[in-house]
């Protein structure tokens, strides 16, 4: 059975640090990876899908990498703002047609 | 676009009242749905998946007669909690996925916040 851990499980670090998120998950055998985020008593918005084939994507000050074969992701995020305060959540899907498997999250506080 | 809209938001019922609970896909023909639950402090968890005329598929320790998932169109699905209990009191949300959008992005409602009393 699939699982995802997510460290730090909190992170509170001032406005304009570049920080990185971790991700793992035990079934390397996987078919995309998807980092979202949520704010409270939100739904999720999607924030970057690595496919299996791929390293890393890219979306503005936001890069997330994929190292599949050791069952690793990483979110990096860039000068990161007050606005960047949300819960950040890393999901696997094992095929295409299959649902997601979700870490619990780091809840990330970016003081002004 | 991929827009899932999700209604409703809140709801608080008494014990033994039934909950329904619909999701829809507003610019695309969801082929999939599914539909998750978060207990606080814990995970989102898959409860079953349901594909546009068939019967859902349900996870391994969701009650399939308790949470009754109807996907007639491709544009709506519901999830009804029925007689429902203080501990199904819980954040429920679902998510779409269209025709040849296996490697697209899972896009989310913005879930419904369930509490039972």
């Known amino acids: 059975k699939q699982e995802v851990t997510q460290i730090p499980a909190a992170l509170s670090v001032p406005e304009g640090e570049n920080l990185v998120l971790n991700c793992s998950f035990t079934?390397?055998?996987?078919?995309?990876l998807q980092w979202f985020r949520q704010d409270p008593g939100k739904g999720l918005t999607s924030l970057l899908l690595i496919q299996s084939s791929q390293r890393e994507q890219t979306s503005g000050r936001l890069n997330a990498s994929l190292d599949k074969s050791s069952g690793r992701s990483t979110l990096y995020i860039a000068a990161s703002q007050p606005g960047d305060s949300a819960t950040y959540l890393c999901?696997?899907?094992?095929?295409?047609?299959?649902?997601?498997?979700f870490g619990k999250g780091t809840h990330l506080i970016i003081q002004p | 676009g991929a827009v899932v809209s999700q209604h409703p938001s809140r709801v608080i019922c008494k014990s033994g009242t039934s909950v329904k609970i619909e999701c829809r896909s507003l610019?695309?023909?969801?082929?999939?749905m599914f539909w998750y639950r978060q207990f606080p402090k814990q995970s989102l968890m898959l409860m079953a998946t349901?594909?546009?005329?068939?019967?859902?598929?349900?996870e391994q320790g969701v009650e399939k007669d308790k949470f009754l998932i109807n996907h007639a169109s491709l544009t709506l699905s519901t999830l009804t909690v029925t007689s429902a209990h203080p501990e199904d009191s819980s954040f429920y949300i679902c998510s779409a996925r269209g025709l040849g959008q296996r490697n697209s992005p899972l896009h989310f409602g913005n879930g419904t916040r369930l509490t039972v009393t």
């Open positions: 079934d390397s055998a996987i078919y995309n």
């Open positions: 610019d695309f023909q969801a082929t999939t």
């Open positions: 999901a696997v899907r094992r095929g295409g047609a299959d649902g997601l498997t």
């Open positions: 349901s594909n546009e005329g068939s019967k859902a598929t349900y």
